[in-house]
């Protein structure tokens, strides 16, 4: 594959072309290793589904978003899966830890000064549901808990 200059490494040729078909609205899934991407995305009306083996959604992330804007009229710019209840109780929080840096890479990204990017959090069998009507899921290779996040395309 012949290399483009300032394209991250992280983004293959198919999630590049992924990046350039989508528009205003349109919604990405980053789906940690564990996530049920295949059975998502099977189906009439159901998201294509991408690879990304090996990568981490935090290694993802700024590289898509470095392409990518977010949504700034959407009511959220990210949505995340919720922990389980048993797992809320152990850490005081129904956010896992990576949605803090999550956020912290959309605001760098984004540029943001003024507000902050809005981070939804969905129940987990609410976010799979929901995941069947985006536009696309991309599997990626991370191992951390409650690493999934979905994405709203904005404008350039």
Known sequence: MGRLKGI?????PDILHLLAVTGHGDQIVLADMNFPTHS??????RPK???ADGVSIST???????LM???WYHKWQM?????TPEDQKKSGSNLAPVVEIYRDVANKCEGVTDKSVIIQPIERFAFY?????TFAIIQTGDTTPYANVILTR???
Do not use: H, T
């Open 8 to 12: 991250p490494d992280a983004l293959s």
């Open 40 to 45: 998502l995305c099977m189906g009439e009306g």
């Open 49 to 51: 589904e991408y690879r």
């Open 60 to 66: 993802l992330l700024p590289a898509i978003l470095q």
């Open 69 to 71: 804007p977010l949504d």
């Open 79 to 83: 949505a995340v899966m919720e922990m």
């Open 129 to 133: 549901e929901y995941c069947k009507s």
């Open 154 to 156: 904005g404008v350039c």
